[in-house]
């Protein structure tokens, strides 16, 4: 038989799901895969129970339906202090997953090379290769995860097409300040390259630190995708509600993109969630204060055991040294943890370009008894994972 594509014979399956599977097997206490424990807001719940016996289960309009765009561009505009047209520059699509591979699509060629910064989310390599661009990655650099701007030009004198920036960042926390953001514009502008932005936590930022949305940085409106889903901000991840924000002659080619990746996001769904949309800014401020609670108590417990790990400014996502285990491989070790203490974990190597092995990714999306759990577990981490202090190779 004809080989199969060369495009995706490198490709794994995912390490976080299969941290998820590896949890599961060994009863572990999930802390890998990034989704909540808890119940989304009773509104959601209460309009979903009435969709179940409404007109609402066949295809809405491709791009999203129009009473939830139309709910979606009020509150992002809003919130990104631009006005967008529901009907030009909206297209909702199957979660963020689809709208970054949508906007990579949309956007480059084959050859054309993307900026990533590293530590990334796992698909966002995947999406390069899948267009058929290349990766050039930038390191940032621990524990504050900044870049240099000498390495970051260096990449943009490569011409890429576009830059992939995530912010809040996922895995390591980071919120881009809005110096840093005025870097990559600048950038971005004088080597005439787009930016897609993944900012699916951009409700989720610790004080005092906030998030600029880098559409509404000058000049680059005309240049940004704006990628986002309501997974995270509604704790409904399994409901893969997301969109892309663009000028229009970009979102009218997402439209078609989109339209056959996946024809359209579930109709019901779109309509359920429409409350959550008109929801206050008192809802936005309670959100920041529940995630404020649970990574004060998740890190202040991690503190307590003399567990080295980074301090997340947004997201909901620390990342644990294991330096002192002493093993060549993060995944062996976040195998033996799921096995021996029963919490699990996502090895930080595969969220890097560089060939680290000494992190590990918590999430703290979880309520606080499961939390505690987790505490009381990794109480006995080193007796079950004895320490060996040698150097990670």
Not at 7 to 31: E, K, W
Not at 327 to 346: I, K, N, P, Q, T
Request: some cysteine; proline content about 6%.
């Amino acid at each position: 038989m004809q080989n199969l594509s060369e495009r995706t014979m490198g490709f794994t399956d995912s390490v976080i799901r299969r941290m998820t599977r590896i949890s599961s097997q060994y009863g572990a206490v999930n802390l890998s895969q990034g989704f909540p424990d808890f119940e989304p807001p009773k509104a959601i719940l209460d309009r979903l129970a009435q969709v179940a016996h409404e007109d609402f289960h066949q295809y809405s309009i491709t791009w999203g339906a129009q009473n939830f765009r139309e709910a979606l561009a009020e509150k992002q505009s809003r919130f990104m202090g631009h006005s967008i047209d529901p009907d030009r520059e909206i297209v909702v699509t199957c979660g963020s997953t689809e709208a970054m591979m949508a906007a990579m699509m949309t956007v480059a060629n084959p050859g054309d090379k993307v900026i990533v910064f590293s530590p990334f989310y796992e698909n966002y390599g995947a999406d390069t290769i899948l267009s058929g661009a290349q990766p050039i990655y930038v390191p940032l650099q621990p524990p504050t995860f900044c870049f240099d701007p000498e390495v970051l030009e260096d990449a943009f004198r490569q011409r890429p097409k576009a830059l992939i920036l995530c912010n809040p960042s996922n895995p390591c926390g980071k919120v881009f300040t809005r110096e840093e953001l005025e870097i990559i514009a600048d950038l971005a502008r004088r080597y005439d390259a787009y930016v897609i932005t993944d900012e699916v936590y951009e409700h989720i930022v610790y004080a005092p630190h906030q998030h600029t949305y880098f559409a509404s940085l000058p000049g680059m409106w005309e240049r940004t995708i704006s990628c986002s889903s309501l997974s995270k901000t509604y704790s409904i991840t399994g409901w893969r509600l997301g969109y892309t924000i663009a000028p229009e002659e970009i979102s009218e080619r997402i439209k078609k993109v989109h339209d056959f990746l996946t024809v359209g996001a579930a109709a019901p769904l779109q309509e359920a969630v429409i409350p959550a949309l008109h929801f206050g800014q008192d809802y936005y401020d309670g959100l920041q204060a529940q995630y404020t609670r649970k990574r004060d108590l998740f890190l202040t417990g991690l503190d307590d055991l003399h567990l080295a790990h980074t301090n997340p400014e947004g997201a909901y996502y620390v990342l644990l040294d294991i330096s002192e285990f002493g093993f060549d491989s993060d995944l062996a070790f976040c195998e033996a943890l799921a096995r021996e203490v029963g919490v699990g974990a996502v090895p930080g190597s595969s969220f890097f370009r560089e060939p680290v092995n000494h992190l590990i990714r918590f999430h703290f999306a979880k309520k606080e008894e499961t939390l505690l759990q987790a505490l009381n577990r990794l109480e006995g981490l080193r007796a079950k994972i004895p320490p060996r202090r040698h150097t990670i190779v």
